[in-house]
C-alpha cells in the first residue's frame, strides 16, 4: 500500500483567510515533504520532513507554515496568501532520507482570491 | 545550480509503437533516478526508478541509465492512448533530505 492522502481536494481562499492543508499516510513513513506546483512545471519541493522534524524549508515565505503533529501527519497552515500561490499543493512520502522513492498524494488544487 | 533537462514535447507516437523519452542531468554524483508519469491536473505517479547502469525493465517500461553520458531514458513499448501524459523524469543527488530534482517534463500522446 502506497497511499498518500491529502485533503482537501479543492480549497478557494481569500487573502485574509487562514486555512490548513493535510497530508496523511500510513505506510509507516519517516519523511514527509510538500511541493507546490503550478500549471505546466514541476513540482517545487518546499518543505522535508525527517522524523518529525523540519530538515529543509526551501527559502518559503513564512505565509506558509509546515506542522509535523506525528509521524503520520503533515500540515501546511496557509495565511494571508497571494493569487500568485495558486497552485496544486503536492505532499509526499518516503521510507527515510537515504536516498528512497517519493511517493506522492493526490494533491490540494489551491486558489487564492 | 543542479539542472535536470527533458525535451518538453509534445512527443506524438501511433499506438502500439514504442514511446522513447530521454533526460540528461548534470550532477555526476547523482545517486537515484525516477520516472513519474503525471495526467493533467492529477499528482505524479511514480512508474520507475533505477540506481544502477543499464536497463531495467518493468512490464511494457525500459528505464535505462547510462551514468557516464548523465543521461537516462524510459522506453515505453506498445504505448496505448491511456499513456498519454506528461512524464517528469527526477534525480536524487544524494544530498541531506532525500531532495529530487525534477526535469520539466515530457509531454507525450499517443495517437489510437
Known amino acids: ?113 | 545550480q543542479k539542472e535536470v533537462e527533458q525535451n518538453s514535447g509534445p512527443l506524438s507516437v501511433p499506438e502500439g509503437a514504442i514511446a522513447s523519452l530521454n533526460c540528461t542531468y548534470s550532477d555526476r554524483g547523482s545517486q537515484s533516478f525516477f520516472w513519474y508519469r503525471q495526467y493533467s491536473g492529477k499528482s505524479p505517479e511514480l512508474i520507475m526508478f533505477i540506481y544502477s547502469n543499464g536497463d531495467k525493465e518493468d512490464g511494457r517500461f525500459t528505464a535505462q541509465l547510462n551514468k557516464a553520458s548523465q543521461y537516462v531514458s524510459l522506453l515505453i513499448r506498445d504505448s496505448q492512448p491511456s499513456d498519454s501524459a506528461t512524464y517528469l523524469c527526477a534525480v536524487n543527488e544524494g544530498d541531506a533530505g532525500n531532495m529530487l530534482t525534477f526535469g520539466g517534463g515530457t509531454r507525450l500522446m499517443v495517437k489510437p
Open chain 1, 1 to 113: 500500500d502506497t497511499e498518500v492522502t491529502q485533503t482537501p481536494k479543492h480549497l478557494v481562499m481569500g487573502m485574509t483567510n487562514k486555512k490548513s492543508l493535510k497530508c496523511e499516510q500510513h505506510m509507516g513513513h519517516r519523511a514527509m515533504y510538500w511541493y507546490k506546483q503550478k500549471a505546466k512545471k514541476p513540482p517545487e519541493l518546499m518543505f522535508v520532513y525527517s522524523y518529525e522534524k523540519l530538515s529543509i524549508n526551501e527559502s518559503v515565505p513564512s505565509r506558509f507554515s509546515p506542522e509535523c503533529p506525528n509521524s503520520s501527519l503533515l500540515n501546511l497552515h496557509l495565511h494571508a496568501l497571494q493569487p500568485e500561490d495558486s497552485a496544486l499543493y503536492l505532499c509526499a512520502s518516503s521510507q527515510g532520507l537515504a536516498p528512497e522513492t517519493q511517493y506522492f498524494g493526490p494533491g490540494t488544487r489551491l486558489l487564492v482570491l
